[in-house]
């Protein structure tokens, strides 16, 4: 059996090969879920700088789940905070399994990693600090176990 380490060390490694030929990236961040079971209290906030109002942008969830994972979605409410003060909030189902159970996205062993399409090409109001918060909004009481990390990925549009 493969100890939930290696397995978070083998996306790591691959992220990186990723990344290092990412020239469109203007923000990548995961934040790991505490053993793995996201509570409901517990909510995942990113903070980036937006520079071009001109260009689009396309933004990303980004989800790691293992296989013990009980749900073939996530629900998530997610709110963006621009550098006014101006809020954006969304309610967002985010699809981790086809209808048969396969897991979508890259998996090693028993981690998937999966982006989520969540805005395309859209334009930043202002250039400045923005604060994005991801919530999950499942309604269990024992928190989501079997999610790993939760991340943001902002991306000029190609």
Not at 59 to 66: A, F, G, P
Not at 96 to 118: F, H, Q, V
Request: with cysteine; net charge negative.
């Amino acid at each position: 059996m493969i100890s939930h380490k290696f397995k978070i060390l083998s996306v790591f490694i691959l992220m990186i090969g990723f990344i290092s030929c990412d020239s469109n990236k203007v923000f990548e961040e995961y934040i790991e879920v505490k053993n793995a079971n996201w509570e409901k209290e517990s909510i995942a906030s990113f903070e980036f700088e937006a520079k071009d109002t001109v260009i689009a942008h396309n933004l990303y969830i980004n989800v790691r789940n293992t296989g013990e994972y009980a749900f073939s979605n996530i629900y998530l409410f997610v709110t963006m905070q621009g550098p006014n003060g101006g809020l954006l909030k969304d309610t967002v189902n985010c699809v981790l399994a086809d209808n048969r159970g396969k897991w979508l996205g890259n998996g090693i062993g028993d981690l998937w990693d999966l982006r989520i399409p969540y805005v395309g090409a859209f334009k930043f109001a202002q250039s400045g600090n923005y604060t994005v918060t991801l919530e999950q909004a499942m309604r269990v009481e024992n928190g989501l176990e079997g999610i790993t990390d939760i991340g943001l990925r902002v991306e000029t549009v190609k």
